[in-house]
């Protein structure tokens, strides 16, 4: 790992600087456990307390930010994102050497740019393209027709079927399968025959899929991700759905067929979406939520529960469902009286 000055970091993220500009930091970590050597960040203001008990040898913090300490402050208006960059400097990611192993089965008529890197046990079908500088890495499965853009990383045991499109800078986890068919069958008399599914999956510039996911190819047209996506582990995305830009979606989500999330929209883990479901751009839907077929979720409030609905809407029910056994108890008492009084009653008479 390099060691870069304070000053250096700064520079990167764009930040104020305040302490000693020379010195050296070699790593980072959390407030709790930073050293001297390592960089690490205040989130938001509440974090404070926890850096004054900090030893880090610099943070970077949000403006308001002011205590004094031994620490050197970089200070900018996203901590966040400004520690991300100053993360990707002092932990810089190594490329293999361009190689195609010895194991590797190339088809003939398949185009390797200058630059790639085909690990051992790969196979590239015919007519595949790989562009410049690409990784790919031990034992994928690319098939025949598939399209990767340049500068594109595929980790060990990825696995694109036929005609599956990949735009640049993509990072593709291991165990993902992108362009499986989709789950399309017709109900024929008494048994189901498969409705062949023969469309495509186009994915855009700058996506990051994480570790087994499943992406399936359009019964017919196009399953698309649009640039900037990010996927987490374990997501199944079904035929014809359409991602938008810059969607971040959290671990074991499932999206049904023909389901549509506009730009920037958040989609949280274990979610569920059902088919023909529109999520509108911006949009936020919570951790397990039920988004139910052919269901709108607009911009504004983020949505919870099942079936998906407003968060002051879910709160409330959640608090009534709470006082369930209160009023339950009211309603035996209330029973318990009636009948006395009803006792009572046929005793005067």
């Excluded at 402050?73 to 991300?84: D, N």
């Excluded at 694109?160 to 640049?168: P, R, S």
């Excluded at 993509?170 to 499986?180: F, L, M, T």
């Excluded at 929209?265 to 039920?290: C, D, F, L």
């Amino acid at each position: 790992m390099p060691a870069l000055t304070v000053s250096r970091l700064a520079e990167l993220c764009s930040g104020e600087l305040r302490g000693d500009p020379h010195r050296l930091i070699s790593g980072a970590n959390s407030l709790e456990i930073a050293q001297p050597s390592d960089l690490s960040f205040l989130a938001n203001p509440k974090a404070a307390a926890k850096a004054l008990a900090s030893q880090a040898g610099c943070l970077i913090a949000p403006l308001s930010f002011n205590h004094p300490g031994p620490w050197s402050v970089i200070s900018v208006e996203g901590p966040r994102a400004a520690f991300a960059l100053c993360l990707a400097a002092l932990y810089p990611q190594t490329r293999p050497s361009p190689l195609i192993h010895s194991t590797a089965i190339v088809a003939p008529s398949a185009q390797i740019a200058a630059g790639c890197f085909i690990g051992p046990y790969v196979v590239v079908g015919d007519e595949t393209i790989i562009a410049e500088g690409c990784q790919i890495g031990a034992g994928c499965s690319i098939g025949c027709r598939v399209s990767v853009g340049a500068q594109t990383t595929l980790h060990p045991r990825v696995t694109l079927y036929d005609g599956v499109c990949i735009g640049a800078r993509v990072i593709v986890h291991s165990g993902s399968v992108i362009g499986a068919d989709g789950f399309g069958f017709t109900l024929a008399g008494d048994h189901y025959e498969k409705f062949p599914q023969v469309g495509a999956v186009d994915i855009g510039d700058d996506v990051e899929i994480g570790a087994n996911c499943c992406i399936d190819r359009a019964a017919l047209g196009v399953t698309s991700i649009a640039d900037g996506v990010k996927l987490d582990n374990l997501i199944h995305i079904a035929h014809n759905c359409a991602i938008g830009r810059h969607v971040v979606i959290a671990a074991q989500t499932g999206l049904s067929g023909s389901v549509t999330i506009g730009d920037y929209a958040v989609i949280g883990g274990q979610a569920g979406v059902g088919e023909k479901a529109k999520i509108a751009s911006h949009a936020i839907v919570g951790g397990k939520a039920g988004v139910l077929t052919s269901q709108h979720v607009n911009t504004g409030e983020p949505v919870w529960g099942i079936p998906a609905r407003p968060l002051r809407q879910h709160l409330k029910g959640l608090a009534n469902v709470g006082k369930l056994s209160e009023l339950r108890n009211e309603v035996r008492e209330l029973r318990r009286k009636l009948d006395a009084l009803e006792t009572a009653s046929r005793g005067t008479d």
